[in-house]
């Protein structure tokens, strides 16, 4: 028996709602923001992923681990041919370091690296 109904996982960020925004574009979730958090879920509210605005926040230095990554999302793609484009006109940047043929590395608005993996 599951003690909890599903996970949710809360990063960290420099603008909640930006960060809420482009996930919840990525995903085709709904965005709810309020002051310093945005939420974003599926229409059937099975997940959810949030976003805690904080000061001084620092991102990433991926590859490095000068600032560790802490946590990264892979995001399951039909091809990555088409979802490159996508990803990248709503604000994903692609990492320089590609370290692997059956993924690919980008960072979110906030320097979060996750993958475009296909499924």
Same mark, same amino acid.
């Given at each position: 028996?599951?003690?909890?109904?599903?996970?949710?996982?809360?990063? +960290?960020? &420099?603008?909640?709602?930006? =960060?809420?925004?482009?996930?919840?574009? !990525?995903?085709?979730?709904?965005? #709810?923001?309020?002051?310093?958090?945005?939420?974003?879920?599926?229409?059937?509210?099975?997940?959810?992923?949030?976003?805690?605005?904080?000061?001084?926040?620092?991102?990433?230095?991926?590859?490095?681990? +000068?600032? &560790?990554?802490?946590?990264? =999302?892979?995001?399951?793609?039909?091809? !990555?041919?088409?979802?490159?484009? #996508?990803?990248?006109?709503?604000?994903?940047?692609?990492?320089?370091?590609?370290?692997?043929?059956?993924?690919?590395?980008f960072l979110d608005p906030a320097g979060h690296p996750f993958c475009l993996c296909v499924d």
């Amino acid at each position: 028996m599951a003690i909890a109904k599903y996970p949710s996982f809360v990063l +960290d960020c &420099p603008d909640a709602a930006v =960060l809420g925004q482009f996930y919840g574009e !990525l995903l085709g979730w709904k965005v #709810e923001a309020r002051e310093g958090w945005a939420d974003i879920r599926p229409e059937d509210g099975s997940n959810c992923i949030s976003f805690q605005q904080v000061e001084d926040y620092k991102a990433p230095t991926w590859p490095t681990q +000068d600032v &560790p990554q802490q946590l990264h =999302l892979d995001v399951m793609v039909r091809d !990555l041919d088409e979802a490159e484009p #996508e990803v990248l006109a709503i604000g994903a940047t692609k990492a320089d370091h590609q370290p692997g043929t059956s993924f690919r590395v980008f960072l979110d608005p906030a320097g979060h690296p996750f993958c475009l993996c296909v499924d």
